[in-house]
């Protein structure tokens, strides 16, 4: 199976900082979804890297430099994960959907960030999914799920098992767009999902949920074309 998984920044570097263990742990995961067979690209978010950066640089800037720099962030993110999957990657970042398809036919792990202003890397995970026709995009963030509202501030909103990509697009609708901003899902990758018609699941971006996500024996949110 081709698989394109947007992993958080803040799953992967937490806000207590770098663990190795932690990049060690997601490595293995993907080692091992590799070994099954399947054909893996990771694009991975800022995170609380991007966002500290950003919150500074937004004193002095504006937000289409401030979206440089949270790419930038998404790259050294990416360099950290690239060095743990050792033989496993190649030691660059691509910057392009052709640079991650050559590097996938390979038969190596795509690791890659950010690629353009104003877009996240639910969008670009869910760009190159649609470049790659992969079979399954994963968005593997900090939240469990998709609800119908946000659970940290609305204590009656409820984790949705499986939606369409319209109720999505209704939910995603007034996300913003700014650097650094975070959402479950934002409006772009909900358009470009509707667009290609791609099988998306979102999950808490645990190793356990990462590989049971493959095998639709997870505890998130299944969004059907």
């Known amino acids: 199976m081709r698989v394109v998984f947007a992993l958080g920044g803040s799953v992967l570097m937490p806000k207590e900082g770098a663990s190795k263990e932690n ?3 997601y490595a293995e995961t993907f080692k091992k ?25 937004r004193e002095f800037t504006n937000d289409a430099f401030c979206d ?8 050294l993110n990416s360099m950290l994960l690239i060095s743990a999957l050792g033989n496993y990657a190649v030691k660059n970042v691509p910057t392009s959907f052709k640079e991650a398809e050559t590097i996938l036919n390979l ?23 649609e470049f790659l026709d992969a079979d399954l995009l994963v968005i593997a963030t900090n939240v469990d799920g998709v609800y119908t509202n946000d659970p940290r501030i609305d204590s009656n909103a409820k984790k949705l098992k499986e939606m369409t990509i319209s109720e999505l ?6 996300c913003s767009i ?14 470009i999902i509707d667009r290609a018609k791609l099988k998306t699941i979102v999950v808490k971006g645990t190793p356990s949920e990462i590989i049971g996500s493959i ?8 969004i059907l074309p």
């Open 23 to 25: 990049i060690a742990s």
């Open 33 to 57: 979804l590799k070994d099954e067979g399947h054909e893996i690209s990771v694009i991975i978010g800022g995170g609380n890297t991007a966002r500290q950066y950003i919150s500074i640089a």
């Open 68 to 75: 440089e720099i949270g790419i930038m962030s998404t790259r």
């Open 107 to 129: 038969n190596k792990i795509v690791v890659m960030g950010g690629t353009h202003p104003a877009h996240t890397t639910d969008a670009v995970s869910a760009s190159l999914a």
């Open 169 to 174: 697009l209704e939910i995603t609708g007034n």
């Open 178 to 191: 700014s650097a650094g901003s975070s959402s479950v899902v934002d409006p772009l990758a909900s358009k």
């Open 215 to 222: 095998n639709d024996n997870h505890d998130g949110t299944t």
